[in-house]
């Protein structure tokens, strides 16, 4: 029952697709970016098979995508910047069930982005359940716009991009797309525990004192 509602999700998708293109994309992809929790899985990968028939272009979705990510991610970083930590968390104690977002992960992804730092907001962009979230601890720390727009758009264009082959070379067979979807983010989570690794040693080497 569960394959075949996510097969009547995918096809309104490609119907949706159809009608509003790139804009659609980009659209939803900014609302994944928000509180909102709608998987990017299955938002990219409908327009990059389109892509794959002729109907759409494969870098436009990417860029659509990209974009839109970027948009969204630019909202939560303000609305943190305006309304501050107290009442970010009176939103989620009232309202976080609703956007699947409770006050204990919240806590463990700020915890994540203090830990890391700047780069938390490029590795955030590709780990699963923080993608959405990770630019709202970027507001409070009121990191500098331009820095926190080049590693946003870097980890949502890596991200995009992902989804994007994906669906252009797999989004005929509905099973071997979730297999390589599955697989790829496992990739990318490894990639993620590596950039992190090779941040923390060269900080870490930065901090010695010199002889």
């Given at each position: 029952m569960l394959e075949r509602w996510l097969s009547e999700i995918l096809g309104n998708f490609l119907l949706f697709f159809e009608k509003t293109s790139y804009l659609g994309v980009f659209f939803l992809m900014a609302l994944e970016s928000t509180l909102l929790p709608i998987p990017s899985e299955i938002i990219v990968p409908p327009a990059a098979y389109l892509a794959s028939k002729g109907k759409m272009n494969l870098w436009g979705v990417i860029l659509a995508g990209t974009l839109g990510s970027l948009s969204g991610a630019l909202l939560n970083y303000y609305l943190a910047l305006k309304f501050g930590r107290p009442a970010f968390l009176r939103f989620i104690k009232r309202y976080g069930k609703y956007v699947l977002l409770t006050e204990a992960s919240f806590m463990k992804m700020e915890k994540f982005w203090h830990n890391h730092g700047h780069i938390s907001t490029f590795v955030g962009r590709l780990l699963p359940g923080l993608r959405h979230v990770?630019?709202?601890?970027?507001?409070?720390?009121?990191?500098?716009?331009?820095?926190?727009?080049?590693?946003?758009?870097?980890?949502?264009?890596?991200?995009?991009?992902?989804?994007?082959?994906?669906?252009?070379?797999?989004?005929?067979?509905?099973?071997?797309?979730?297999?390589?979807?599955?697989?790829?983010s496992y990739g990318i989570i490894l990639f993620c525990v590596l950039i992190v690794f090779i941040y923390v040693y060269f900080k870490f080497k930065k901090n010695l004192p010199k002889p």
């Open positions: 990770i630019s709202i601890p970027a507001g409070f720390a009121r990191m500098a716009l331009g820095l926190f727009c080049f590693f946003t758009t870097i980890g949502a264009f890596i991200w995009c991009t992902f989804l994007a082959l994906c669906g252009y070379y797999f989004g005929k067979n509905e099973a071997l797309l979730k297999e390589y979807l599955a697989k790829g």
